[in-house]
């Protein structure tokens, strides 16, 4: 009994010390955690408009101002006592937070060749801040007078042409790396960590470089290494539609394969349009030059462009270079003509092995439905074929180079309609 009160005694003396040193030495760490994260906050940039017209103060002693217009897009620094410090065009001054809305932004694709320079105020003559690449994702915050758009990218804050963006189309990928990989907040090894995704991650990529992608998951938004990402792939007579259960409608994808062709495309676009049905597209790489126009066309339409390689070859009996190139020649020839990478990619004959696989770096698509439109070149046959199989999630082939097919598409879609299917594109289905 003794013995034991003696080492409770003893503890108790020993874990006394301990705790005055460790006040001694933790007390300032945890007044500067606690005060630490307000003074960050209070430095976070963000984006926010003007509600009413309200005056801009520079000059807090003198009282100078400018006045501002409702709509107008501020860049806040931080905000105290209600007072927010902001930057508008090329002045900085403070306004009363009331007057002032936070914006959520929306992501946009920067687009020309050449990317876009940002400027300080919504005019060609106004000072450059930036200069954003092509094909990199920014956030939009909304418009501003002359074809003007305020953006933001890292650190850059500004306005850019609005013919600069374009809205960009996801594409499902996972995180592939046993490591996983950290999100940044630009394509940069030197831009800020934002987050970290593990591996398996689901995420959807906005756009793709051969360095970095950027991507959305559930809880990061950002740029992540392209080679530690891995296209989902979609294989055999399986329904894939993840929303089925929340979604107001049953939904089915149809996607036409082997064009763009010069007179059938045309004609199937027409018959889309008419039923507001939207769809998914494999493109022949060595097609488009001469059907340029059609591309342009589907794209401007709104439905999703896929790559389907260069010459239609059966890739398991390619070398990787060759697969690769197949692949990228494709990409890069809708890229020239629509100003977009094709989104999702379909191997001809649906012939895929993983040498392949390795080589595509987009979400590998097959079908669930084959109306086997090309072999017996017969409308009633195409839409028996769909009448037969459908199901809600259903990812069904067809060919944009058979008039036959074309003269199948409206009863399909007069069916499909008729049963209360939603026409999407195969992107949407996956999501
Ligand atoms: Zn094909």
Redesign the pocket.
């Known amino acids: 009994m003794a013995k034991i009160n003696l080492s409770n005694v003893h503890l108790r003396r020993v874990g006394g010390i301990l705790l005055k040193k460790l006040c001694i030495f933790l007390l300032p760490i945890l007044f500067f955690m606690l005060y630490t994260p307000k003074t960050l906050a209070a430095q976070q940039t963000s984006v926010s408009v003007v509600i009413k017209q309200v005056n801009l103060i520079l000059n807090k002693e003198t009282g100078e101002f400018v006045t501002l217009n409702k709509d107008d897009i501020v860049i806040v620094h931080g905000e105290e006592n209600n007072l927010l410090k902001v930057t508008y065009k090329s002045y900085t001054g403070y306004l009363s937070s009331q007057y002032a809305k936070k914006i959520t932004p929306k992501i946009r694709l920067i687009h020309p060749k050449e990317g876009t320079q940002v400027r300080k105020s919504n005019s060609e003559k106004a000072e450059t801040v930036g200069n954003i690449n092509t094909n990199l994702i920014i956030n939009f915050y909304g418009t501003a007078a002359g074809g003007w758009s305020f953006v933001n990218y890292g650190d850059i804050y500004g306005y850019v042409p609005t013919s600069a963006l374009k809205t960009p189309k996801p594409t499902k990928m996972i995180v592939s790396h046993k490591d996983g990989v950290t999100v940044r907040n630009m394509a940069s090894f030197t831009s800020e960590k934002v987050g970290f995704m593990p591996n398996k991650t689901t995420v959807f990529s906005y756009s793709q470089s051969k360095e970095w992608s950027y991507v959305e998951s559930k809880t990061f938004k950002g740029y992540v290494l392209s080679e530690r990402l891995k296209p989902f792939l979609v294989t055999g007579n399986q329904k894939y539609n993840k929303g089925v259960s929340g979604a107001p409608k049953k939904r089915v994808a149809l996607t036409f ?2 064009g763009p062709h010069k007179t059938v495309t045309g004609q199937i676009l027409k018959i889309l349009k008419k039923y507001d049905a939207k769809a998914t597209f ?1 493109i ?1 790489g060595n097609r488009v030059k001469a059907n340029s126009n059609v591309l342009k066309a589907i794209y401007n339409d709104g439905h999703e462009i896929g790559n ?1 390689t260069w010459d ?1 070859s059966k890739l398991t009996s390619l070398s990787a270079k060759n697969v690769k190139s197949q692949f990228t020649r494709t990409n890069d020839i809708v890229y020239a003509t629509i100003g977009v990478y094709p989104t999702v990619f ?1 191997p ?2 649906g012939s895929i092995n993983n040498s392949v696989q390795a080589q595509i770096n987009k979400p590998i698509i097959l079908w669930s439905i084959d109306t086997l439109d ?1 072999k017996h070149r017969n409308a009633k046959k195409t839409l028996q074929y769909v009448k037969n199989n459908v199901s809600d999630g259903s990812i069904i082939l067809l ?1 944009d180079i058979h008039q036959t097919t074309a003269d199948s598409l409206e009863s399909i879609l007069q069916y499909l309609t008729k049963e209360g299917y939603e026409l999407v594109t195969v992107t949407e289905i996956l999501l």
């Open positions: 394969d082997d494999f022949v389907h239609h379909r001809p004959y090309w060919h």
